[in-house]
């Protein structure tokens, strides 16, 4: 082939992929881990149904998400610990935080031969804090009637990076232990006083699937995914509830969204209610400077509705009717 | 025009009309590492500025790492990196050093060295993570093994019993340390090596000639020829492992409590970074960048140490090379 046939096909070449991919829409976003799996599925999916449009999710850790959603060098974020009302005053353009799904954390353990174990509060937060070290305690064994515990040690395992997951679990512990407020706290990363700490929530996974006796808070998704058998844990009505669609639901279905769509149920009271679920926010500007407010907003809208029908099969709570029909009103605010 | 013998490169300068094109380029080059160097430290200590204007050097000793309550100190991760770092060196140093004499030496006919020299070298090729996940799949069982053993037998003994002591854990010190050395036995074996071999033949004739046996040879003559050979790639080893981060934040058990015992969770530097950074704000990042000024202290004083090293066995062993 001649130096010119070649410039020709290569300048043709050029402007039938510019065209195309000027027809293609492309939509960033960055942030939290936990509903990154839900969020890439959503992607393809919406791709499926409109071509035109491309989503761009990167998991790269809620602190980070609200960084680049701040910096402006993505067009949505992500966040399990939404942002606070300090983080929102630096972002210019305005913020709009969406709820999009939910999910719980349970407590997964590693004991051979035990298929159901009942964790009351006082378990649950002496295990964490430390202060409960072998699985024969007569703490754990008094919920536990029929179960032979073994007399092993119990090895905590923790996330060793700052995650969405520690905050969202530590504030539950600090709800409803005041011991566990004044020695820990809560954030997204925390001095924990035993154990061994792994990154992400497969980390966590990892380590309790090793040693038995381990004992570790992970996203259900993860755990259902996993095959780790998840303890029933005893909630404000005193009643032990399993993690399950059901019981997140119920959890959720109890909660009244304030006006800047940001709350933590820390420690619901319905009987069955799951303890620990927390709802993962999308993080929208409320001026957007080009057309891609629209298409933004069509795709956040197909994932308030169209898109809750596949969280349940990657793990996650769909969200109740009343939470997005309030998203949805919010949704609109976004120009 | 002055005499070209009197000038120092003969005169050569005289005749050149274009400027030197690749003595600048030098200059430039190696200007640029240095000024990319200088940059690096100045952006970290740049960030880093409010908490060593909060912290100062009670940094160092401090012992609790809090990001939710403002309180931070990295006297556990300190230890943690010096401690894992030596334990690699004290295993791969003597092993490393004993294949490197083996790889020099005839004891094997050249294809079977040519195939283990490869291998060694291989090793280093291998990915930090790979490594990582490797040692949480047959590391892990054989230290947890080993430590319920260690626990039960050393109970009571001085020294033993604690650094075998409480209760042993898979992911630990000793993990951590045992992988690290495997990663830094490729270095230390490959530059011994060539040390080794770099020795003048003439030096080991002679010394046959003097009736000296094998072993007398490559003690009492080789060794302390390539010292400083050996001892370079001593430094080398001990810098990558106080700087290795992934493989050692999946084996160590990230853990900010200090502890006697080997066999407990530790952490390290470099894994704080790797763990923290992606989620923190505030003073966390700049203590951080704190944490990551000390671990560039750290690694330029043992690199100084090892120069001052290196000469002194240059020194010492002047008269034989």
């Known amino acids: 082939m001649t130096i010119r046939s070649l410039a020709t096909f290569g300048t043709l070449a050029a402007s039938v992929l510019l065209g195309a991919s000027a027809m293609a829409q492309q939509l960033s976003g960055a942030g939290a881990s936990f509903p990154a799996p839900l969020y890439q599925r959503w992607a393809v999916e919406y791709n499926k149904a409109n071509p035109s449009v491309q989503v761009n999710y990167q998991s790269v850790g809620s602190g980070a998400g609200i960084k680049q959603f701040t910096a402006g060098t993505v067009d949505f974020g992500a966040s399990d610990a939404a942002m606070t009302d300090e983080e929102i005053s630096k972002v210019s353009k305005g913020v709009v935080m969406l709820p999009a799904t939910a999910g719980s954390i349970v407590i997964a353990y590693n004991l051979p031969g035990v298929k159901e174990l009942k964790l009351s509060r006082d378990a649950y937060v002496g295990i964490f804090l430390g202060k409960i070290t072998s699985w024969d305690d007569e703490i754990i064994k008094k919920d536990n009637p029929g179960v032979t515990l073994p007399s092993l040690p119990i090895n905590v395992a923790y996330r060793s990076d700052g995650s969405g997951t520690t905050f969202v679990f530590t504030k539950h512990l600090s709800t409803i232990s005041k011991e566990f407020a004044d020695e820990l706290g809560t954030d997204k990363s925390v001095d924990w006083p035993a154990g061994v700490g792994g990154k992400g929530n497969e980390g966590v996974t990892a380590l309790i699937k090793q040693a038995p006796g381990t004992v570790g808070y992970v996203e259900y998704g993860y755990a259902a995914n996993n095959g780790l058998a998840m303890a029933s844990l005893q909630n404000k009505a005193g009643e032990f509830v399993a993690p399950n669609e059901a019981s997140g639901a119920a959890t959720l279905a109890s909660v009244e969204l304030p006006e800047n769509l940001r709350i933590w149920p820390a420690d619901p009271e319905g009987k069955a209610d799951y303890p620990i679920v927390t709802f993962t926010w999308l993080l929208l500007f409320k001026d957007y400077d080009d057309a891609k407010a629209d298409t933004l907003k069509a795709f956040v809208k197909w994932s308030l509705t169209d898109g809750q029908k596949l969280s349940a099969e990657l793990g996650y709570i769909p969200l109740p009717e009343a939470v997005v029909t309030k998203t949805l009103a919010a949704l609109d605010t976004v120009k | ?321």
């Open chain 2, 1 to 321: 025009m002055a005499s070209t013998a009197t000038q120092p490169d003969g005169g050569f300068k005289t005749y050149r009309r274009a400027p030197d094109l690749f003595r600048i380029l030098c200059w430039v080059a190696s200007g640029f590492t240095v000024f990319v160097l200088a940059w690096m430290i100045y952006e970290i200590a740049q960030q880093s500025a409010p908490a060593i204007q909060k912290f100062g050097p009670g940094f160092l000793f401090g012992e609790k790492w809090q990001p939710n309550r403002e309180v931070f100190g990295v006297l556990p991760f300190l230890l943690g990196t010096i401690v894992s770092s030596f334990i690699a060196i004290l295993l791969a140093l003597p092993l490393g050093l004993a294949v490197a004499i083996f790889l020099s030496e005839d004891f094997l006919p050249p294809p079977v060295r040519q195939a283990i020299r490869f291998t060694v070298e291989m090793l280093a090729a291998i990915p930090s993570v790979v490594y990582g996940l490797w040692g949480i799949f047959v590391v892990i069982p054989i230290v947890q093994g080993f430590g319920q053993w260690a626990v039960v037998s050393f109970k009571g003994v001085p020294v033993l019993g604690t650094i075998f002591g409480g209760p042993a854990y898979g992911n630990s010190m000793l993990t951590a340390s045992l992988v690290l050395a495997l990663m830094i036995l490729p270095t230390i074996t490959a530059i011994s090596r060539a040390a080794l071999v770099a020795v003048p033949s003439t030096l080991r004739e002679g010394s046959y000639a003097l009736g000296a046996t094998r072993w007398e040879t490559i003690l009492g003559v080789l060794l302390p020829t390539a010292a400083p050979g050996i001892v370079a790639a001593t430094i080398l080893g001990l810098g990558r492992a106080m700087g290795e981060t992934m493989a050692v934040a999946m084996l160590i058990g990230n853990s900010s409590r200090m502890s006697g015992s080997l066999l407990a969770p530790g952490g390290t530097l470099a894994g704080l970074l790797a763990n923290q950074f992606g989620e923190a704000a505030g003073l966390q990042i700049a203590s951080l960048m704190y944490a990551a000024l000390i671990l560039m202290l750290l690694t330029l004083l043992v690199n100084l140490a090892g120069e001052f090293v290196l000469r002194y066995t240059m020194r010492k062993t002047a008269g034989i090379r």
